[in-house]
């Protein structure tokens, strides 16, 4: 009998596990280090590490990683595009019947993807979901080597009921079958929370979603570096900016007809009101921008709630429609409050309880 090792590789593999780089020589190798400890064969998965214009040493590491597993690892290198960017190319080069994202300064539990295709993909579901815990080393080492992976599945189904009921923002703690993403021609979006814009075109196509209790991947929240902490006015700006082309996302599919995503459409302009607010007092901002950005607050269509009017986040967030006629004064006050110790070590913990 003939044989093609070439196919035999592309129709074996089970996962491609795609990963962004972009200056996190710190925690980079924690990430591939895990990815070692994965209980996987040789040929049956593959690591694509995309280096996203690092100017620090992470493609020295990412070279030593390569040169120590090649049948492992590959590299691809390419100007500076962005997290969705530098997602979409490895989403290109992927060969597995799986394609998963993990974060560089984030890292999977021993045995984790094992385990999770062993258990629960067996009959193929187009998505599969599994959780996460925070952790925060910046500065202090973290051991977690008592972790295993275990869990249950608790939702199997249309992944439009699964979507509506719950969140499930995260592109790093899923499966997606890859023809599932070829055949509906789903990309990352090059723009802040693309995640949410990923996953609502995802599960708008009606995927069989399973959502299992396996939390297995750990994300870290003490990376200074990461896009989330950042407080660079000028990107800060531009994400501000993005946050309405994201509603503006969501008001077109409810403008559309299209109901059977309302319940998440919803709740995801919730969540990028949200984080405009919170990127809103990063930095501060002029007395000009400040009535520019909130002209566009008011504008809001009139069919926007508050979901959850009982939280303390969301009564902030129906507050914040309401600052456009706020003095500038009292924004530059709270925005010079909200830096203080007194407000990030008492008050911050109290909002996002």
């Known amino acids: ?26 925690y980079l190798p924690r990430c591939l280090d895990s990815l070692l400890r994965q209980g996987m064969a ?21 070279s030593e990683y390569k040169q120590n597993h090649p049948d492992l690892f590959s590299i691809i290198t390419q100007e500076n595009q962005g997290l969705g960017g530098a997602r979409n190319m490895g989403t290109a080069h992927a060969q597995g019947e799986y394609v998963t994202y993990l974060d560089s300064d984030d890292y999977m539990i021993d045995n984790a993807y094992n385990y999770l295709l062993e258990h629960f993909c067996h009959d193929k579901p187009d998505v599969l979901c599994y959780g996460h815990s925070c952790i925060f ?82 994300y870290e929240e003490g990376n200074t570096n990461s896009i989330q902490h950042i407080a660079d006015k000028k990107i800060v700006k531009k994400q501000l900016g993005e946050m309405f082309q994201n509603i503006d996302y969501m008001c077109r599919y409810l403008d559309s007809g299209e109901m059977e995503m309302k319940p998440a459409a919803m709740r995801n302009i919730n969540n990028f009101l949200n984080v405009y607010h919170k990127k809103l007092f990063k930095v501060s901002i002029s007395w000009k921008e400040w009535h520019s950005y909130h002209r566009k607050m008011k504008e809001l269509p009139p069919y926007i709630p508050v979901l959850d009017s009982n939280t303390r986040r969301a009564k902030l967030q129906a507050l914040g429609k309401k600052w456009a006629g706020c003095s500038y004064p009292f924004y530059a006050f709270v925005c010079c409050f909200m830096r203080n110790f007194i407000f990030i070590r008492f008050i911050h913990p109290l909002i996002v309880k």
Not at 42 to 61: A, H, K, M, P, T
Not at 146 to 153: C, E, R, S
Not at 189 to 205: G, K, S
């Open 1 to 26: 009998m003939l044989s093609f090792p070439i196919l035999d590789r592309y129709y074996q593999m089970k996962l491609s596990v795609i990963i962004p780089v972009y200056n996190m020589e710190k």
């Open 137 to 218: 080393t910046d500065g202090r080492s973290l051991r977690d080597s008592q972790a295993k992976p275990d869990g249950i599945v608790t939702f199997d189904g249309d992944g439009v009921d699964a979507y509506n009921r719950w969140p499930l923002p995260y592109v790093w703690t899923k499966f997606y079958r890859r023809s599932f993403l070829e055949q509906h021609h789903i990309k990352s979006q090059i723009i802040t929370c693309q995640d949410e814009l990923f996953n609502f075109d995802v599960f708008r196509n009606h995927p069989h979603t399973r959502i299992v209790s396996s939390n297995v991947c750990r």
């Open 42 to 62: 040789v040929g049956e998965w593959e690591v694509i590490c995309v280096n996203d214009g690092s100017s620090d040493n992470s493609l020295s590491i990412l």
